[in-house]
């Protein structure tokens, strides 16, 4: 199973990239962050295979900014940079 951490601020689009990877047997969701605090914070108690990052994250930190310390911090995960694309 391929343990993994979302790492998104938007609650609507977090509770879909939870609910589609629940689906899938082969992926075990360790954490949930809304901000790349969280997310470097939750790296203390988690090994993730894959790190879904928000590269637009708003706060101190942008997901573009985090992703080298989740690196650092995760050296075995594969990070995957999302950008929701605002519906008009």
Same mark, same amino acid.
């Given at each position: ?24 047997? @082969? ?16 790296? @203390? %108690? ?11 994250? +708003? ?6 900014? %985090?992703?080298? @310390? ?14 929701? %694309?605002?519906? +008009?």
């Amino acid at each position: 199973m391929k343990v993994l951490v979302v790492v998104e601020d938007d609650p609507d689009v977090q509770f879909l990239v939870e609910t589609i990877f629940s689906m899938d047997a @082969r992926f075990t969701l360790a954490a949930v962050a809304a901000s790349a605090e969280e997310a470097l914070e939750s790296l @203390r %108690t988690t090994e993730p295979e894959i790190i879904v990052l928000h590269h637009g994250l +708003s706060g101190q930190l942008t997901g573009l900014d %985090t992703a080298p @310390r989740l690196s650092e911090l995760a050296p075995q995960a594969k990070i995957i940079s999302s950008q929701p %694309t605002p519906i +008009s």
